[in-house]
């Protein structure tokens, strides 16, 4: 398997938007995805990331997620750093139903979504949950990373 971390920064991200295409979502979703990924982990979605309360990856998982995510690698014999784990992890969340943080109408609230600014509004409110408001400076980050993601994808 390829080591991302080498890799410069847009080879990455469209590794991701491409994952994401491969796994069903439409491109507004996978830009959306991407874009809210980089806000968290940086242009160069780092998957050993890890801030400052503790929270890891390129969706920064805390908590139960955090266990969880730690899991799923043990399961697929990988570390929970790596970068494709933390994609392959991120899907299964968000498909998964039996995520209590996540509810089902979340979730098709996301899947319904129609363009990349409202699919990535979706994403940082339901699954994200940064806190940020739309007027935060990372909350507009988030959405114009999304569009730099489907423009250039």
Request: hydrophobic share 30%.
């Amino acid at each position: 398997m390829a080591r991302y971390k080498d890799k410069n920064p847009e080879e990455k991200q469209k590794h991701a938007y491409n994952f994401l295409l491969g796994r069903g979502y439409e491109p507004h979703q996978a830009s959306a995805i991407v874009g809210n990924l980089m806000q968290e982990s940086y242009a160069h979605l780092d998957s050993s990331i890890v801030n400052s309360i503790g929270a890891i990856g390129i969706a920064q998982w805390l908590g139960d997620r955090k266990k969880s995510l730690y899991k799923y690698a043990e399961s697929k014999g990988t570390e929970a750093t790596d970068f494709q784990t933390q994609l392959e992890f991120l899907d299964k969340e968000l498909k998964s139903t039996g995520n209590s943080w996540l509810s089902k109408k979340k979730k098709e609230s996301f899947f319904n979504a129609t363009s990349v600014d409202e699919a990535a509004r979706i994403f940082v409110q339901d699954f994200e949950r940064s806190g940020e408001t739309p007027e935060d400076k990372g909350y507009k980050k988030r959405l114009e990373y999304a569009e730099k993601v489907y423009s250039n994808f």
